[in-house]
């Protein structure tokens, strides 16, 4: 089974950190992500949806001094829900992020050059939009008859 989240979105704001008891500390941030689309007139539309990420010890205090409100942020996690009761004694469900790695995205002000070179996702070009690869009308017939493939 697996529970993976990948997720190139814009922060909502900056990272909300806390420290307990124990000495763990824990930030909370939101993601935005955005999706476009025509819908039925032709007219294009952006649907953003936003998502609760949580990081915790060094991933936390590197999110506290790293990131900020607005920044492109890559983000790979999995997804956790949990019930909680509100102070008026209310039953709720949130859904959270759970990440283990972030990457920034952003890149050096006044100048092309990225903050992490290796910071664009496989598939992505500097100018961000996306790497056409040629497909084969049968990509099957490309492999040669008898070879010993591994699947």
Known sequence: MINKVT????????????HLENGAMVARFSLATNESYKDKDG???????WHNVVVWR???????KQL????????EGKITYRKYT???????????IVANLFRMLERKEGSG???FPNSEP???????????MPVTENPVASVAE??????
């Open 7 to 18: 997720l190139i979105g814009n922060l909502g704001q900056d990272p909300e950190v806390r």
């Open 43 to 49: 007219n294009w539309q952006t649907l953003t949806e």
């Open 58 to 64: 060094d991933l936390a205090e590197r999110a506290e």
């Open 68 to 75: 900020k409100k607005g920044m492109m942020v890559y983000v």
């Open 86 to 96: 509100t102070q008026e004694g209310q039953e709720r469900q949130a859904t959270d």
């Open 113 to 115: 050059e990225n903050r």
């Open 122 to 132: 496989a598939g992505y070009r500097q100018s961000g939009t996306p790497v056409t």
């Open 146 to 151: 008898g070879d010993d493939l591994p699947f």
